[in-house]
């Protein structure tokens, strides 16, 4: 069993930068696959980006390459995702989630954090 939990969100203007973190408890954090995925009102939550379970992959999304740049600490059970240039169109809540490597879906997520990016 993992529980997470999100930080870091905020209300920042377009051109700013925030980090979340996301901190897992329970023992094994590095045998997790973890990621972030957004939702904003109105819409489908939608994959943001990935990291393999010793940071040494990750994946994004189109919209967000270049900008959002994720990593963990195994050491202290957290994940992160700075973000950097945000535009409005980024505002959603944001969600982590963690899955052991042979599975396809997502078993555990955090309770998610607001990110309001105003123009």
């Known amino acids: 069993q993992v529980q997470l939990v999100e930080s870091g969100g905020g209300l920042v203007q377009a051109g700013g930068s925030l980090r979340l973190s996301c901190a897992a408890s329970g023992r094994s954090f590095s045998i997790y696959q973890m990621a972030w995925f957004r939702q904003a009102p109105g819409k489908e939550r939608e994959f943001v980006a990935r990291?393999?379970?010793?940071?040494?992959?990750?994946y994004y999304t189109d919209s967000v390459k270049g900008r959002f740049t994720i990593s963990r600490d195994n050491a202290k059970n957290t994940m992160y995702l700075q973000m950097n240039s945000l535009k409005p169109d980024d505002t959603a809540v944001y969600f982590c989630?963690?899955?052991?490597?042979?599975?396809?879906?997502?078993?555990?997520w955090g309770q998610g954090t607001q990110v309001t990016v105003s123009s």
């Open positions: 989630a963690a899955r052991r490597v042979n599975l396809l879906a997502y078993e555990y």
């Open positions: 990291i393999t379970s010793t940071g040494s992959g990750t």
